[in-house]
């Protein structure tokens, strides 16, 4: 039996067609993530938060309410001693928008995430700049009716007398309200669950608190603990609402304050930005 010479093809058998080869198709092009923030990136990131606060009444309440509240409360604390009402509810006026608006925003941000909305936004061609700014620019919208709101309680109904104008208190109280907000965004990155975002406020913001100037001036705490309470920003929010308590005119003091403020805040939601994740690990 002769032996099949190579590339015959064997008796008995048929060749197989041969199938032409088709082009693979071409890949769907993965989409950019946008560099540069957009208006209307941002406003429709803002307008689906606030749509959502909005079938939120405790959230609005807490939000709202809370700050009036407080105020309200500390003023018959001192009921016998309107002085010291004076001298704390300026610094107090600014401290309570912040730790609410850190809370708030805290967990509405976590929340996001964990229920997946985040990770479906992220999909989309909308970046994280956008989504930052969007969640600041609607909580900051409700910072600007509770600071507003806590101001004029304080100013016309409880009576807190400062030197300065209303619309400079008005100003810091803003200014803090939205570093809540920015400090809010920030934490959240690093929280896997709303508890351990809660969590974060004795770490964040007690902290500030003790050292801020509230309880006793910066200047007779240990020198450690005065250069630590130099670098923390809601000691310029304390030091900004003391200069429209004690000074008439807008003060070189009160506009540094000021713009620290405001920088901090805006340092803090590049960090959020930066360090937003689509979801929980």
């Known amino acids: 039996m002769n032996p099949t010479p190579a590339g015959a093809t064997p008796t008995g058998t048929t060749p197989a067609p041969s199938t032409p080869s088709t082009p693979s198709a071409p890949s769907a092009p993965t989409p950019t993530r946008p560099r540069a923030l957009s208006a209307s990136r941002t406003t429709a990131t803002a307008a689906r938060v606030l749509r959502q606060l909005s079938h939120d009444p405790r959230t609005i309440a807490l939000l709202i309410l809370i700050?009036?509240?407080?105020?309200?409360?500390?003023?018959?604390?001192?009921?016998?001693?309107?002085?010291?009402?004076d001298s704390i509810g300026a610094s107090l006026l600014g401290i309570f928008p912040l730790i609410t608006m850190f809370l708030v925003t805290s967990i509405a941000t976590l929340r996001e995430r964990t229920s997946g909305t985040?990770?479906?936004?992220l999909a989309l061609p909308l970046g994280k700049g956008d989504l930052i700014a969007g969640y600041a620019l609607a909580f900051g919208t409700?910072?600007?009716?509770?600071?507003?709101?806590?101001?004029?309680?304080?100013?016309w109904l409880l009576g807190l007398d400062v030197t300065g104008s209303p619309w400079l208190l008005l100003l810091v109280a803003l200014l803090d309200?939205?570093?809540?907000?920015?400090?809010?965004?920030?934490?959240?990155?690093?929280?896997?669950?709303?508890?351990?975002?809660v969590q974060f406020m004795p770490a964040v913001i007690f902290p500030q608190l003790l050292l801020c100037g509230l309880f006793?001036?910066?200047?007779?705490?240990?020198?450690?603990?005065?250069?630590?309470?130099?670098?923390?920003?809601?000691s310029y929010a304390v030091d900004g609402m003391n200069e429209v308590l004690h000074h008439t005119d807008m003060t070189a003091a009160f506009v540094r304050d000021?713009?620290?403020?405001?920088?901090?805040?805006?340092?803090?939601?590049?960090?959020?930005?930066?360090?937003?994740?689509?979801r929980t690990a």
């Open 67 to 85: 700050p009036c509240v407080m105020l309200l409360l500390l003023r018959y604390v001192f009921d016998g001693s309107p002085r010291t009402f």
């Open 118 to 121: 985040l990770e479906r936004l």
């Open 142 to 155: 409700l910072a600007i009716i509770q600071s507003a709101l806590a101001t004029g309680l304080a100013l």
């Open 177 to 197: 309200a939205l570093l809540g907000t920015a400090l809010g965004l920030f934490v959240s990155a690093f929280a896997a669950s709303e508890f351990q975002a």
């Open 216 to 234: 006793t001036p910066r200047d007779d705490m240990h020198p450690v603990l005065e250069t630590l309470s130099d670098v923390l920003p809601m």
């Open 258 to 278: 000021v713009l620290i403020v405001a920088g901090c805040a805006l340092l803090v939601l590049a960090l959020g930005a930066a360090t937003l994740r689509r």
